[in-house]
């Protein structure tokens, strides 16, 4: 973790700033290893403080040996202490993360520390963390793991009888079966013309009243999350699902294809897209083609129109094509990618064949 706070200690260096005030609690994480909450760090250009209550004490030792702890009593509260820790620093431009730190929390922070500057800085954290390094690696691995095994023993136990909500409490409970800490999201799980949807909830609509159900769905490891979606035909499969899953499977496979270190987001975006246009469903297809996965389910980088970042080795990214028509249904197939030195690689293997997915 000290590497990655080093970089941080460079880009001080570059704009001039003493010390970045760490508030948003994930990138807390990524820095230090501290995997609690309700904590803050500040790093300096000689060294590190993490800002923490005694909740946490033991934990704090655990996880984060040798780093400087600043840790308030019952009595203190958490603006109040983080002020006099930025005060004791003797720092003058202090650097705070713009895009998570609130309004509030900036006023309170500048009306105790009338002689410090507070610089908002955006994205600084974040542009480390879309670069995964082989722990970060290795942890989406098994997340993507845990969520195939625990989709294999939901798909045996499909009935008609399910409702959707049952699907997605079973998923969750499998998850943690295989070890997982949950689920990386409320798992999505629509029958027939709820799957048309891309964010539908749950309800007590169910899997027999339709021919199709649509499970998108992810496992938190630990830290590190995975995030798939798969079709799953319960009934014979009709030839307009045939045929619309096959220009989504068709579009999904020609993206991850174009998935290499240099392509930009919006290339990989348009490579699956065109295939959807040039069938006639571009109208259907109305968001981008996939996200970054990581310490949370949505992270830097996006493929989707207009996104000219370029793909670097160690981007996880997912790419899911979908087509929706409101009052039949929605297909969507999802998997995520590594971003490899030649090229990429799938990280998720669940079965995607129509007819390998059919539930009899």
């Not at 650097?95 to 730190?101: A, C, P, Q, V, W």
């Not at 793991?145 to 409970?173: D, G, H, I, N």
């Not at 469903?281 to 996006?302: C, D, M, N, S, T």
């Not at 989707?304 to 409101?326: C, N, R, S, W």
Request: with cysteine.
């Amino acid at each position: 973790m000290s590497d990655r706070r080093q970089k941080l200690r460079r880009q001080l260096k570059q704009e001039g700033l003493d010390a970045l005030l760490v508030t948003n609690f994930k990138n807390v994480t990524y820095l230090t290893g501290f995997t609690g909450d309700d904590s803050y760090l500040l790093v300096g250009k000689d060294g590190d403080v993490l800002i923490s209550d005694q909740r946490y004490t033991t934990q704090l030792e655990e996880e984060c040996p040798g780093l400087e702890l600043a840790i308030r009593g019952p009595g203190s509260k958490m603006l109040e202490w983080t002020a006099k820790v930025l005060e004791k620093s003797k720092a003058t431009r202090v650097g705070i993360e713009g895009e998570s730190m609130t309004v509030g929390v900036r006023d309170a922070l500048a009306a105790a520390l009338a002689k410090m500057e507070l610089a908002p800085t955006a994205g600084w954290v974040e542009d480390l963390r879309i670069i995964k390094d082989k722990d970060e690696i290795d942890r989406t691995r098994r997340a993507c793991e845990q969520a195939r095994r625990a989709f294999e023993v939901v798909r045996a136990k499909l009935t008609p009888e399910m409702t959707e909500s049952q699907v997605a409490a079973e998923l969750e409970y499998q998850a943690r079966q295989f070890g997982a800490k949950g689920l990386s999201f409320e798992a999505i799980v629509a029958v027939g013309p709820r799957a048309a949807l891309p964010h539908a909830r749950p309800t007590t609509r169910r899997i027999g009243e339709d021919d199709f159900t649509l499970i998108d769905w992810g496992v938190n490891e630990g830290l590190y999350m995975s995030d798939l979606t798969r079709l799953v035909p319960t009934a014979k499969i009709s030839p307009k699902l045939r045929k619309l899953y096959g220009v989504v499977l068709n579009a999904q496979l020609a993206g991850i294809e174009a998935i290499r270190p240099g392509v930009t987001c919006e290339e990989v975006d348009r490579a699956a897209r065109s295939v959807i246009e040039k069938a006639g469903y571009g109208k259907q297809f109305g968001h981008g083609l996939g996200h970054g996965v990581g310490l949370e389910i949505h992270e830097a980088p996006r493929l989707a129109q207009g996104q000219t970042t370029e793909l670097k080795p160690g981007m996880i990214v997912t790419v899911e094509p979908g087509i929706y028509f409101p009052g039949w249904g929605g297909i969507r197939i999802e998997d995520d990618i590594l971003v490899t030195r030649s090229g990429h690689e799938v990280l998720t293997s669940v079965p995607k064949d129509l007819d390998e997915c059919l539930v009899a």
